[in-house]
């Protein structure tokens, strides 16, 4: 067996083991083959009845070439500050750390190996945990070819952008500075070209000449397959380097992997507690002095606050900042006369958001483990709220800085106060929804990708009823304020229903969340 | 020529804190020695800069007179406290991937056959990583470890999570790969268990050895060896 065989050895077995696993038991791949039917049929839907000619059409293409572009831009600028660290993981296990530590193979060729590894399994994740969301965004009366074209362009933009995740993690002194510079001017880039897009709706001039991916959608789609290589060709340059500069990095891919292989471990360990891990049906007996349900929340509005430490001082000032230009940009575009405008951008940022929420799932595993989901004498159900609601302040965060940026540029109050009302209840239909599809699918890896699906079209589902609300209540007293509150009512209703949903599946179900 | 393994000077900070200090340990070809220690005296730092998963902040290690470097790996093999081995790999199949990586001549199957063999594993030849036991996974690095031919052996724990009948086994291999001519390094916490597999003892404490001895020097200390681990380790 030669070296690049003995390397694809282990992965190839475990590929074929898992086929032959699959090919024993087809039921695993049900979910999976509903969630490949729904987006190939959503897919068709896109673009069936061929692509439409007109210039709103062609505007709307347009700006969501763009938006790829930015999303594109930012993504690169957010890997080389670091941003995706604690997701890489060179090796899958202490004992494959060893195996290759041991190996008599050319260490650059392991460097490349554990490098193109490390892309595919990145790029496999997110492309489970997004694939729904590029399907849903893409616009109604897309050409096939172009849509083709998209996901051709987003699976090589993701190549180049995953190639700089290994490099950067392990990129120390003046290479991580040029790395977070270089990172800077990616996203700065980004917002620029976004500025220079809405810059003829915000009546300003644009900071940058106009620069459109649907150019070169519409030049993949006639053959100019040199647009793909540029991006394929970045990360081959990359992992080349990488593979011929890092030699003995076993040490340091080793520590690297160590936080997430430890982060595996905590989850995996919940197949052997299944005792401790039983749900009662009813109150748990304590004592007295046992902390009630607000203490509880605040214990878990606590341990979320500390867990969200790890994300750094650099990061949250970055997410602050975007936030805060976003919210600014929407301003701009609150002064213009366009109702219809706002509206579409309103509900594009809220779509974003949940998409960009909905990617993360809702685990209750791990919470389950700790003594502290137990303390006190509230009902499941109030401890299963006290959990999902706890992490709203950073929702609140990011819509109270967005909300500022907004105010700023619109100085619009009212129209401020009714934003952030509505996200709030947004985030909190959010929250309930994600509690009850972890009820329903509780896997870990389900979470990624049609649980994602699930929650997102249970949010569009569930935000009617306060929509036509707001709508009712809004015409009858005329006052958009009264429309807002009523909606916030009804989401408010709607959570405490899916809460108690939640908990009526979970209680006593323990055997649900060993999936 | 200094035979086997000498190190020399081993020291592992992290974030300012020392976690192995000038460590000097020598180990030669069939020779067993038990590392004990509280916790957090370093053991398993010093076994993962042995083992080149750890890159140390200064000291030597060397293996009959030749000096090693990153490749170290090659010489000292570890086998963790937890032997996470590839879920969906089989035994057999972790043995054909270490052979593959270490690139084994033609030939080495009838080696893994009689390792597994010895083992008592030929019966799990063919089960998935996920559905063997700890003793089990054990075994199965212990025999991928033996193919790789690597001449020193370290064991993390070993003894941790075996029924004693799992135990009486680990013993039985580590007595085979010592008449085999393997050096074999274990920490361990048991320490009447490890008296009766190890050579000497090296007592670890704050990274640094504060003692070295065979078991009979240690009980020739007075008292039972707890006591004698307790009263070094206190002062």
Known sequence: MNAVGALFYGDRRRLGNELHRIRNDPRRLLLWSAYALFLLFFGWMRVRGGHVHDPASAAIERGFGDLMLCLILGAMGAVLIGALRSVTGAFSSRTEALLFARATLPPAWIAAYLQARNVAVILARSLTRSAYAVVLIIPRGTAAAALVAYVAVLLCAAVAVLSLVLPVALARGGWLVAARVAGGCFIALGLLVAVGDLAPALGTAAPLPAWHLAGLIAALTHGALWILLVPLAIAAVTSALFARAVRDAIPELYTLSIERLDGLAQRSTRRELPLQARIPRGRTATSSTAPGWAQGTLAFVWLDARAWRRVGAANLALTCGLVLVVGAGLGGVARQPDAVLLMTSAITLAMLWLLLGSFGGMRLTREMRRPLFWLGDASLTMRLAAWAFAGLWRDAIVLAVGALGFAVVASHPRQTLDGLVAGLGLAILSRAIGLVVFAILPGTIVQTGPAALLRTALVLLFILPPLFAALIVGFLTVSALAGTVAALLIALGEAVLLTTLAAWRLAGRVDILAG | ?235
């Open chain 2, 1 to 235: 020529m200094e035979r086997g393994l000498v190190v020399r000077g081993l020291t592992k900070r992290f974030d300012g804190k020392t976690a192995v200090d000038g460590l000097d340990v020598d180990l030669s070809p069939g020779e067993t020695v038990a590392v004990v220690g509280p916790n957090g005296a370093g053991k398993s730092t010093t076994f993962l800069c042995l083992a080149g998963l750890l890159r140390p902040d200064a000291g030597t290690i060397a293996f009959d007179g030749r000096p090693l470097g990153a490749e170290r790996g090659q010489t000292i093999a570890l086998i963790p406290e937890a032997p996470d081995v590839y879920p969906m790999l089989t035994v057999w199949e972790h043995l054909a991937f270490v052979a593959a990586l270490t690139r084994r001549p033609a030939g080495w199957e009838s080696r893994a056959e009689s390792l597994l063999e010895r083992l008592e594993l030929s019966g799990e030849r063919d089960t998935l990583g996920h559905a063997l036991s700890k003793g089990m996974r054990q075994k199965t690095l212990i025999a991928a470890t033996v193919l790789g031919d690597a001449p020193v052996l370290l064991l993390d724990e070993p003894m941790v999570g075996l029924d004693p009948l799992g135990q009486r086994e680990l013993r039985t291999i580590l007595a085979g790969l010592r008449a085999d001519g393997h050096a074999l390094m274990f920490s361990t916490h048991q320490l009447e268990s490890a008296a009766a597999l190890c050579d000497r003892m090296l007592i670890l404490d704050h990274g640094r050895v504060v003692a070295a001895a065979t078991v009979d020097e240690l009980r020739a200390r007075g008292g039972s060896l707890e006591d004698v681990f307790l009263d070094i380790t206190a002062t």
